[in-house]
């Protein structure tokens, strides 16, 4: 099934994080994540189980042939197999993938992006992508995927979006925005090119309980913080431990999180 792809290996690659579209700003910050690789894990929540299995619902098999995608840690990709679907998983960082055969024992992964898939014409029921098609050439990277897709596979979308309709959220928000992900979802769905139509689409809310330090973790996760100077940083940090204080959140005492998964589902034509 694997193969070099079609695909350039100079474009631009498939992560996960949000940043603003241009091309130097997805490369510097789609090649980050691998420094926080365990910050990360740590910090990122997984997707709730009635959406992963919404994403590949209308795929071809019962067991059905998955690539995931920027697949980073695992996130997805451990919600994918507990779906019953035999997972591939690609990411352009190596050490992101390394932390998920630690995470999901057993599971092939290559080095690859959305807009150079090492694997064959033909070979896979469905490509997902979790917190990542934002930093995808969407006319490049719909090609590549319709060129490794069954005919009638899918390409699903996924993104957990924290609910700002929180004053406390919005706050967190303020401090690190959530960048190019916010900017797509105010232009419309996702952009996506032939071979696909226009995409089925739902929407789950949920929370996740997060203490002080995992909390903290997802903020540092986010290339916006990565790549920051330490200054910026700094300023992040103590704006951070303001907010936490002013709810409370102390040692291992939780707050509700709350969240939208929002998810897109595409048909190849």
């Given at each position: 099934m694997v193969s070099r792809g079609r695909g350039s290996a100079s474009?631009?690659?498939?992560?996960?994080?949000?940043?603003?579209?241009?091309?130097?700003?997805?490369d510097s910050g789609s090649t980050s994540f691998g420094t926080a690789a365990e910050v990360y894990e740590a910090g990122r929540p997984e997707y709730p189980?009635?959406?992963?299995?919404?994403?590949?619902?209308?795929?071809?098999?019962?067991?059905?042939?998955?690539?995931?995608?920027?697949?980073?840690?695992?996130?997805?990709?451990?919600?994918?197999?507990?779906?019953?679907?035999?997972?591939?998983?690609?990411?352009?960082?190596?050490?992101?993938?390394?932390?998920?055969?630690t995470a999901v024992p057993g599971i092939p992964t290559y080095v690859g992006t959305a807009e150079s898939l090492p694997l064959d014409d033909g070979t896979v029921d469905a490509v997902v992508l979790?917190?990542?098609?934002h930093w995808v050439d969407p006319g490049e990277g719909?090609?590549?995927?319709?060129?490794?897709?069954?005919?009638?596979?899918?390409?699903?979308?996924?993104?957990?979006?924290?609910?700002?309709?929180v004053p406390w959220v919005r706050q967190l928000n303020s401090i690190v925005p959530d960048g190019g992900t916010t900017e797509m979802f105010?232009?419309?769905?996702?952009?996506?090119?032939?071979?696909?139509?226009?995409?089925a689409r739902k929407v789950w809310q949920w929370s996740s309980s997060v203490t002080r330090a995992s909390?903290?973790?997802?903020?540092?996760?986010?290339?916006?913080?990565?790549?920051?100077?330490?200054?910026?940083?700094?300023?992040?940090?103590?704006?951070?431990?303001?907010?936490?204080?002013?709810?409370?959140?102390?040692?291992?005492?939780?707050?509700?999180?709350?969240y939208e998964t929002r998810a897109f589902r595409y048909t190849r034509q």
């Open positions: 474009r631009v690659s498939a992560s996960r994080d949000n940043s603003p579209r241009d091309s130097d700003s997805r189980e009635a959406a992963v299995r919404w994403l590949v619902a209308s795929s071809l098999s019962k067991t059905p042939r998955v690539a995931d995608v920027g697949a980073g840690t695992g996130k997805l990709t451990r919600g994918l197999v507990a779906a019953g679907c035999d997972v591939v998983a690609l990411d352009p960082d190596s050490a992101m993938l390394g932390t998920l055969r979790g917190q990542a098609w719909s090609t590549e995927i319709g060129r490794v897709l069954r005919p009638g596979g899918v390409l699903g979308l996924i993104w957990n979006v924290r609910d700002d309709s105010t232009a419309g769905p996702p952009p996506v090119a032939k071979p696909f139509g226009d995409p909390l903290a973790a997802s903020v540092r996760s986010r290339s916006y913080y990565i790549i920051a100077t330490p200054e910026a940083r700094a300023e992040v940090d103590s704006r951070l431990e303001a907010l936490f204080d002013d709810l409370g959140l102390r040692g291992e005492e939780t707050v509700e999180l709350p």
